[in-house]
Structures are given as C-alpha cells and as structure tokens.
C-alpha cells in the first residue's frame, strides 16, 4: 500500500528519492518523509499529505544535502497520518532510519519487549520495532543486525535501511511485499515498482521472499535468508517513461481510459498466430484440461468482476463450471479445491495480499494456477504454475479501467482456447469468436469516439445521492464493476442490482428522480431488462440506458442514452465498460473529486 525509494551514488539523494515518491504516490497518499545521509549524520524530514508537502518542505530536496537516502508515501494502517506516523523512522541512537512498506503481525509483543529493554517509540506505527530491533542487534555489522531483525519479524515487509556508521551502503529486504533493485552505472536505487526507477535505468533485480541486500555505488549483493550470497538475474524493464507519465491529460484515470484500444491490442494480438490462437506462456494440455472439473476464478475488487465478466464467456464457451470467489473469502472457507481444479487468479498489480494468500491456498490443495497478471515480476506472476501477462502497460490511477478491460479480453481469449483445446467449438464458430475477439480493440475505439455526449451528462446526473447500475447475465457482470467505478472515484453511492432481483426488494428504493443506469447489450435478455427499466420508470426513476448505438427500442423508455457498437454479447463486457468508466470519471469531475488518488483507497492492497 505504501511506497519506498531509495538511492546510492554519487549525485544528490534527494531530489531523485522526491521523483521516485511522486510515481510512487498512487501507492499511498497520507503522509511521506525522507531520510538522507550527510557527513555520517542522518538528516529526516517528514509531512502530513502529498508528496508536494515534503517537496515545499524541502525545496525539492536543496535542504537535505547527502548521496544516500530513503524515501516512503504512506498510506495509514497502524496509527493516524501525521507528521510522527510518517516514514522514515529513527533508531534511538540516530545511527539507522528504515522505511517499511506492508504490515508486521507481532509487532505488539516486539513493542513490549523493546520497551522493557529501555527504547521509547515516537509513533503509534508497526514499522517502529524494525529500527529499534535493528539498533539493539547492531554490533558494528549491518548485515548481521538485519538478519537478526528480520529474523524477528512475521507478516509482509519491504524494507530499506540506512545507518551512519556504514554510510554508503542501502539494505533492503523483502518478504510477501514488492521491492526492486535498479541497477544503475557508480548509482544504485531500489523502490516498491518500476515506475519510481524507469527514468534512471532500465535494468532491474527483483528480490524474492526472504531476500535481502547490500547496495552501495558500484555493487549489489543479494543474500538469501541465512545471508549466504545468491546469483540474481538482471532483468530489463520494457515499461517507458511516457507511459507512466500522464502525457498532457489531465488525469491518469482519463488517459488510461483511452488508452484502452492500444492495451486491449497488446494483450491479445500477440497471441493470434496463423489464424489460431497461441498461449505459449500457459500451454495447458488436452489431457489435463479434461481432468478438470471445475474452474475456479478468484481475485479483488474490479479484477473480481473481470472475473464475473469472464466466466460467462468460460461457462458457455467450455461447458466447464465457473465459480468466481472474492479471495478474501476464499483464503477462509477451507475451499472444496484439488488437483482437479483449475484456479484462475486475475491481479493487476500481482501484489494483492488477500489474492496471494487464496492462490497459496489452492495451490496447497492441489489446484493448478494460472495467473493472469499486468505486472511483470510481482508476486503473484512468480508463484502461479503458469502466467498470462495483460501487457496494459503501467495503471497509475486507483481505479483501475485498462486493467480491468485487459483481464476480461484475455479471460475471453483463454476461454476460446480451451474451448478448441477440448474439442468444444466447431471450426465455423470458433473462428467467427476469434475474428470477434480481433476486433474489441476497434470497439472499444468506436465506444470512445460516439460518446462525446458523456460530460454533458455528467453534468445532469453528478448530483446524485445514489445510483443504482442494473442489468441481466453479461449486462449484470458491467454494472457490478460500473457501480465500482462510480463509487470509489465520485463518492456517489452507487449499487449494482441482476435487473430481476428488482422486484425482490430494492425497487422500494426507487422514488422520483432516482438515477438508474440499466444495462442493455445483451439482445438474448434485452426484452426482460426492457421490462425492469418500465418498471422504475414507473415509480418515478430517471433511466440512462447503456445499449447499442441506434437501438431504437429503446429511445421510447430511457431518459439518456450512452452507446456502445453493436456486437456478440459473450464478448462485450470489455467494451461496455468504457462509456461507464467516462460516466464516472466526468461525474467525478463535476463533483471536484481527487480523480486519480480517491480518499482512503490506494492503489494496490498488499495488506490484507
Ligand atoms: O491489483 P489487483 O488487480 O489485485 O487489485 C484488486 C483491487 O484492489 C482493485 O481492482 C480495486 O478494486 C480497484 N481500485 C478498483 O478500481
């Protein structure tokens, strides 16, 4: 949740801890700090709020001269963000600072005993135990004390650490949280993703679970747990600094919106060879894929509902059971899960705590993984038995658009493939799917370009107390992930009903002027749903209708329309979604709202 930078060399520290904490703000937003050494003094200046603060508090880092340094934006689990919650935290000698990104679990039993052994705390926060467990294991080796510290720790963790005494050197750790080395020329860096390191290298290690390292200038050494050297591979970043820039749009959110045609491309173009298509990364055999009895989807939030949108496609496509579980629930529910289940984990950020530990889970119980992950490296693309990256490129803002609509393209594209692999579509149809599927780019690039008129209802409808997204079958799969998306970005209530379970109670809500967003691209159901919208209409409802662009049927009930091009319903979620997501930014917009870094959410939840 939180982000961490850090740097060694020979320029100043501070203005390049600075630029890594601001691509790294999406990942926290309350507070922030930095740490940087100088004449073997460790200079820390800490803020409440944005990483703009610390840059005024700093003058963009003129006031903290030194070479080393570490760097942390925060986002508040253990204690309020204030100035003395924020990272960097301080040793009680001042010899160590440590940023910490994740949780320590027994944090309450280290804090007791270092208390009774004579260290006080400053902060309410988990991380302090680390600096002061450091100090009192500190015998003149860095390398020993933080063997010893992390020796101590349970729960998730990426570290970097400073001390005075060994001013050159930056050691980092990590375990179940994601931390990367850059590899630079008389420079090192390190931070929570490549974002913070793209504008300085493009070479980067990436630390496992139970790793650590020493970075000085000129050299990295990676240890495993027990501090024995280990060979790490360089590997190099193909993301570009472009890409995590907002490139004259107002807000990420907007520009990954219409970067969507160009993301959905990468994911499936690649994969289509000589007319069929190719999984290289996840050549799953005929054998075993007849073995399986069910498939299970499992993951958070937005990528929970790519999950709802793909198993509609799965189900008919296969003819294989599809069940999609919230990973938090499913780490608990001792899952009725073996070897002949195939578990599907959808994360964009590959760093979910709840969705890594589910994924543990089945694995633990037989399931073969298959990981459909946008970031290259992160934890749950290393752990699944196989990986189908999304290639949607950096996803800067919180609510996520192209990670969503890439998930649901390759879930739709793995559907197609397994259904061929099993011998469940004919040549003809198999072939009009895929032509289909070459297409959602296109789409989506239509749905972008006929709904100009979004801002315009922006304006009608921003002053909404709630809003209620219907629709049935596919059309139910967008609304749950559209009333997502207007919810955590325009703070509108907004709630997502199967358009028959209306009548069923949540129609006694519907009064005068309630929005109701229904949902109408799915031609096999669309009647049923025709017949929900006449019924709020009834009772007073203002209905926005998402259908096909010219569907006349329509034009008689609903208030307003926003359109998508006519097409299949199996593959339209991935297009549909997209006149919601400008809905809801544009409402957003009108309701003056932090678009990019809504309050309290962050962008990737490595907590649990
Ligand atoms: O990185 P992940 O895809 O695992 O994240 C899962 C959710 O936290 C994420 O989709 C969240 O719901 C988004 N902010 C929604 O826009």
Known sequence: MCGIVGYTGTQEAAPILLEGLKKLEYRGYDSAGIAVLNDNLLAVSKVTGRIANLCEKTADGKNCP??????HTRWATHGAPTDTNAHPHMSNDGKFAVVHNGIIENYIALREELIQKGYHFDSETDTEVIVHLIEMYYTGDLKKAVIRMSARLCGSYALGVVCTDEPEKVYVVREASPLIIGVGVGENYFASDVTALVSYTRNAIYLDDGEFAEITPETIVVFNPAGHPIIKKI???????QSAEKGGYEHFMLKEIVEQPRAIKAAIAPRIKN?????????????????VNKIVITACGSAYYAGCAGKYAMEKLCRIPVQVELASELRYNDPLIDEHTLLIVLSQSGETADTIAAMKECKKRGAKTLAVVNVVGSTIANTADYTLYTWAGPEIAVATTKGYTTQVSVLYMFALYVAKKMNRIDKEHYEKLLKILSTLPKKVQETLDMNSAIPALAKKYHNADSMFFIGRNTDYAVALEGALKMKEISYIHAESYAAGELKHGTIALIEDHQPVIALCCNESIMEKTMSNIVEVKARGAEVLAVTFKDNQKMVPLADDMIFIPKMDAIFAAAVEIVPLQLLAYYVAKENGCDIDKPKNLAKSVTVE
């Open 66 to 71: 030194g070479t080393v340094g570490i760097g």
């Open 235 to 241: 590997s190099r970043i193909t993301w570009d600094v």
């Open 275 to 291: 007319g069929d298509i190719a999984l290289d990364e996840a050549e799953l055999t005929t054998e075993y894929l007849e073995s």
